[in-house]
T-cell receptor, first 114, second 115 residues
Framework: AQSVTQLGSHVSVSEGALVLLRCNYSSSVPPYLFWYVQYPNQGLQLLLKYTTGATLVKGINGFEAEFKKSETSFHLTKPSAHMSDAAEYFCAVSLSGGSYIPTFGRGTSLIVHP | ETGVTQSPTHLIKTRGQQVTLRCSSQSGHNTVSWYQQALGQGPQFIFQYYREEENGRGNFPPRFSGLQFPNYSSELNVNALELDDSALYLC??????????????FGPGTRLTVT
């Protein structure tokens, strides 16, 4: 079984500041990890994913995340926030080895102040 | 390239009624997954269809059922609606009966309100 915990239901940053959204997972086997973004009244869009290989993953819109097995974490970062980054962000985990059913976290709302 | 579309965008139903939600997958995609996203929660997997057959199911009762058609569009049917069924229903399409590393493309969702 797998689970995801996103720390902080809301994160508030100033435009130009570092964005850090936290995600910790629990998995009985090596996980596949995902970050999705959801803008108001829209579906989810994949930002980035980790399956195997390099633990630092770069995604769209300047976001990146690092898989840290020892910390069971997959935190999402962006060096400089933009107003257009304001949205809901979801971390998700699924199991390598065939289980395709992803488990999503409860989401973190990113608020960007001018 | 046409993305994933869903209809209707909003729907209001009364407890006990039945509802059908529709999804058109992205061009070239033969797999459709359905999710329920309650307010303030992450999406929860309902089931997946691959080439017109159910290919996995989450922890939802049998009154949640689905279909996939030869053109790979899909329907989600919910019978005997309950107040807790009020949620955003998301459809996602992908290519192939893939493992966990698949990429899904989500539609904008259908907002269902049960009164």
């Amino acid at each position: 079984a797998q689970s995801v915990t996103q720390l902080g239901s809301h994160v508030s940053v100033s435009e130009g500041a570092l964005v850090l959204l936290r995600c910790n997972y629990s998995s009985s086997v090596p996980p596949y990890l995902f970050w999705y973004v959801q803008y108001p009244n829209q579906g989810l869009q994949l930002l980035l994913k980790y399956t195997t290989g390099a633990t630092l993953v770069k995604g769209i819109n300047g976001f990146e995340a690092e898989f840290k097995k020892s910390e069971t974490s997959f935190h999402l970062t962006k060096p400089s926030a933009h107003m257009s980054d304001a949205a809901e962000y979801f971390c998700a985990v699924s199991l390598s080895g065939g289980s395709y059913i992803p488990t999503f976290g409860r989401g973190t709302s990113l608020i960007v102040h001018p | 390239e046409t993305g994933v579309t869903q209809s209707p965008t909003h729907l209001i139903k009364t407890r006990g009624q039945q509802v059908t939600l529709r999804c058109s997958s992205q061009s070239g995609h033969n797999t459709v997954s359905w999710y329920q996203q309650a307010l303030g929660q992450g999406p929860q997997f309902i089931f997946q269809y691959y080439r017109e057959e159910e290919n996995g199911r989450g922890n939802f009762p049998p009154r949640f059922s689905g279909l996939q058609f030869p053109n790979y569009s899909s329907e989600l049917n919910v019978n005997a609606l309950e107040l807790d069924d009020s949620a955003l229903y998301l459809c996602a399409s992908s290519i192939g009966r893939q493992g966990a590393s698949y990429e899904q493309y989500f539609g904008p969702g259908t907002r269902l309100t049960v009164t």
